[in-house]
């Protein structure tokens, strides 16, 4: 089973969420992977310290031009829609941060003057914490291909067991596709106007994707009414509260697991997984 934990926004504790419900499930003896698909600032490893023991490049094609092949006439720069070739003095020009690898001025063009060459965007990272199996990925610093990289890494996701994917956030093409293909997304949000707006986003976006979720609210509070007031007018399931605890907070300001250092939320994450699976079958 593949659950995204996702959120509108950054900064809800999506990561935090994510990383103590793989703990919590591998101690049960069940398999689980953890793959960090934030992929432009993943922090998963701060807190699991994985043993990295397999890093690959990710590649994307780009074209190069032959100019002495190249009659100038502008069809490469006509259907691209990115700006990433165009035609500069009868010639073709390559920005090549900006191609998105569709192959198209390749096809288009007459001569036969653009090939495809292998481009680095980023790196893919794969280990293993204690039962839990890791994996990452990393963009270049100044790239934007973000979507490249987590194809990469979903790409390696097993087979079997759980695989936790930890979303980008907010709702643009990097997130929609960390979490498509996936059986669920837990949407994370906290209690504040900021967290309902942007919950507001990524709920219309699982719908459009039609994938079952549900809301995991951090930093709760017992008297909070807002959060809970969308989710009921929407008839959203709030599967999983985590308090507004000052101990949670200095645990992750030390990268330490709440799991290991609050042993009495070990239960709370273990009963989140199974609100997961008895939303799934309901």
Do not use: W
Not at 79 to 96: N, P, R
Not at 101 to 119: L, W
Not at 168 to 192: H, N, Y
């Amino acid at each position: 089973m593949k659950i995204a934990i996702a959120s509108g926004k950054g900064g809800t504790g999506k990561t935090t969420i994510a990383i103590n419900l793989a703990c919590s499930i591998a101690r049960t003896g069940q398999a689980v992977q953890y793959l960090d698909c934030d992929v432009e600032e993943p922090n998963g490893h701060i807190f699991l310290q994985p043993e990295i023991n397999q890093t690959q490049s990710v590649n994307i094609s780009v074209p190069q031009v032959d100019i002495d092949k190249c009659n100038g006439c502008g069809k490469c720069g006509q259907l691209c829609q990115y700006s990433a070739i165009i035609c500069l003095k009868d010639k073709a020009l390559v920005f090549d941060q900006l191609c998105h690898s569709c192959g198209g001025c390749m096809r288009v063009c007459p001569t036969g003057a653009i090939e495809e060459i292998p481009r680095e965007v980023g790196f893919t990272d794969f280990g293993l914490s204690n039962n839990v199996k890791f994996g990452q990925g990393r963009l270049k610093i100044g790239d934007i291909h973000s979507v490249s990289v987590i194809k990469a890494v979903k790409d390696k996701a097993f087979n079997e067991g759980v695989v936790i994917i930890d979303a980008p956030p907010g709702t643009s093409c990097p997130v929609i596709e960390a979490v498509k293909a996936t059986d669920f997304v837990l949407l994370v949000t906290e209690p504040t106007p900021f967290g309902l707006n942007d919950l507001k986003l990524a709920v219309e976006m699982v719908r459009v994707l039609k994938i079952p979720f549900a809301v995991a609210v951090n930093r709760s509070e017992p008297d909070e009414q807002m959060i809970n007031q969308y989710c009921r007018d929407e008839n959203i399931d709030i599967i999983f509260e985590l308090p507004d605890d000052r101990k949670i907070a200095e645990a992750y300001s030390v990268g330490k697991m709440i799991v290991d250092v609050l042993p009495k939320y070990d239960k709370g994450f273990a009963s989140l997984y199974e609100n997961l699976l008895k939303v799934l079958k309901g």
